[in-house]
């Protein structure tokens, strides 16, 4: 079992809808992540937590805003999205930001924009 | 700018046998990280291994070895004794702090193992 626990796993929902993507760590870590995956590019980190401050946000549309009410937990809300936004989104931890910490993930959402 | 380049889309293994993985970087940064995770198919990002840019010994976990060539930028991972379940998509990635955060993935290399 993965200590960083993403919901739901999969979701299919239409442009106009609004809904979040959740994400929790047990792993007493200090920083978390959000990536976005898509098919035959590089993974692209979105947002950066830590100790639940923003640190980085690199060019993501205000369509997906991110909300991280403490260190184990951050939310990724989605609003008006486009279909090339469909993607599996990934979430991770780290102890720290220093350069020597691995990232450790969760399954990931699949997101279906119709 | 940082960059990660993995050269092999695909790559087949016979099983127990050893496979290398290419991968080359490229950043002005002076101190960094180099990683590999693993991905099955279900989704999840596995962390495999972790070599420091000031690490004078190639870094070792079990299976998994990095071959680390600081002047030649690469980073290539080698995996021993090849079994089916390491059958899956590899990354390699890069950190860097200097600056704004920096966590650059490659574009993976789908690896098949042979029974």
């Known amino acids: 079992e993965t200590g960083v626990t993403q919901t739901p796993r999969h979701l299919v929902m239409g442009m106009t809808n609004k809904k979040s993507l959740k994400c929790e760590q047990h792993?007493?870590?200090?920083?978390m992540y959000w990536y976005k995956q898509s098919a035959k590019k590089p993974l692209e980190l979105m947002f950066v937590y830590n100790f639940k401050e923003q640190t980085e946000n690199n060019s993501v549309p205000s369509r997906f805003s991110p909300e991280c009410p403490n260190s184990s937990h951050l939310f990724l809300h989605l609003h008006t999205l486009q279909p090339e936004d469909s993607a599996l989104y990934l979430c991770?931890?780290?102890?720290?930001?220093?350069?020597?910490?691995?990232?450790?993930f969760g399954d990931g959402t699949r997101l279906s924009i119709l | 700018a940082q960059k990660i380049t993995q050269t092999q889309p695909g790559m087949f293994v016979q099983e127990k046998e050893a496979v290398t993985l290419d991968c080359t970087y490229d950043?002005?940064?002076?101190?960094?990280?180099l990683f590999w995770y693993k991905q099955p198919s279900s989704g999840e990002m596995i962390f495999l291994i972790y070599q420091g840019s000031y690490d004078q010994q190639n870094a070792t976990e079990g299976r998994y070895s990095l071959n680390f060539q600081k002047a030649r930028k690469s980073a290539n991972l080698v995996i021993s004794a090849s079994q089916l379940g390491d059958s899956a998509m590899y990354f390699c990635a890069m950190s860097a702090t200097s600056g704004t955060y920096k966590y650059i993935f490659g574009t993976g290399t789908r690896l098949k193992v042979l029974a």
């Open positions: 991770a931890s780290s102890q720290s930001m220093d350069r020597n910490q691995p990232q450790h």
């Open positions: 950043t002005s940064d002076p101190s960094y990280g």
């Open positions: 792993l007493g870590h200090n920083a």
